[in-house]
């Protein structure tokens, strides 16, 4: 029986194992990274094969103009980039703020680029380990999340002369995959987030279901490719937090039957909100 790991022990290989990578380091033998620069990829040759979420245009277009629809909405979005100080904002429901959680992150990321960052989801993959709210759990057992290191508030507030950090954030992710040492750390944050959450609502039980469906992960990680995995977004008034932020999805079937799918229908194709913004600016 494998017992619950201590906080301190799990915090310390967080530390250490979550905090030092970088698209550049490579494990020894292995071919070295392609460079930051080379990250800046064109529109036009930008291909992602997996589009679990595409097919919603339509939803797209009516959140995009719901969203600047609100008289406000243009000079709360510039504020917000701007961080403009005592600014006040206007409410509505999951609105933009003055500051979130990845407001100038400056917590453990897994991989950077000039513009972006990945960053672990801490929740676990697994809804065995929340009974009463199985939505909490992450969408696969590997859910990361990319974060703009600008001040942008979401996907809808997104214009032609930014949106291409949609194709940044995706490449990130897909020049750092093939690294092995990326891919450890990855399966290490879904091992932390499993205890993490056995100390927030202990249940012995739902920890070894969690942790025998890591080791199903564990097992099977090196047979994903970059192609098993979606980009998708949460527009605005579906929003967690204020902050634009990709969620990075494996979509196997395996990867994905101990996780929760309460917000499907909610995540739109993040390529499919690229090609509307650019397509709205042309119109």
Not at 28 to 37: D, M, Y
Request: net charge negative; aromatic share 12%; glycine share 4%.
């Amino acid at each position: 029986m494998e017992p619950v790991p201590e906080r301190k022990k799990r915090d310390d290989v967080y530390r250490i194992e979550f905090g030092k990578y970088e698209p550049s380091e490579v494990a020894a033998g292995q071919k070295e990274a392609r460079p930051q620069e080379q990250l800046r990829i064109t529109m036009a040759n930008f291909k992602v094969v997996n589009r679990l979420f595409s097919g919603k245009t339509d939803l797209i277009k009516r959140q995009c103009e719901y969203f600047w629809s609100h008289e406000t909405a243009l000079a709360d979005v510039n504020a917000y980039q701007n961080g403009t100080p005592n600014y006040d904002y206007a409410e509505h429901t999951k609105w933009i703020k003055a500051k979130t959680c990845f407001t100038n992150w400056e917590d453990h990321s897994f991989a950077k680029s000039e513009n972006a960052l990945i960053i672990g989801n801490r929740s676990s993959f697994d809804v065995v380990q929340y009974p009463d709210n199985p939505e909490r759990a992450g969408m696969s057992m590997i859910h990361l999340l990319a974060i703009p290191k600008a001040r942008l508030f979401n996907g809808v507030s997104l214009n032609a002369d930014n949106v291409s950090i949609i194709d940044e954030m995706i490449s990130l992710f897909k020049s750092s995959w093939a690294d092995p040492i990326f891919r450890r750390t990855v399966l290490m944050q879904q091992w932390f987030t499993i205890g993490q959450q056995n100390e927030a609502r202990p249940d012995m039980q739902a920890y070894k279901t969690a942790m025998k469906h890591y080791g199903e992960l564990s097992d099977k990680i090196n047979q994903l490719t970059v192609d098993d995995f979606t980009f998708g977004l949460h527009l605005w008034p579906d929003n967690s937090v204020g902050h634009l932020h990709l969620h990075i999805l494996a979509t196997p079937d395996w990867c994905r039957q101990y996780s929760t799918f309460a917000h499907d229908e909610k995540t739109k194709d993040a390529i499919e909100v690229r090609d509307y913004i650019l397509n709205s600016s042309e119109a």
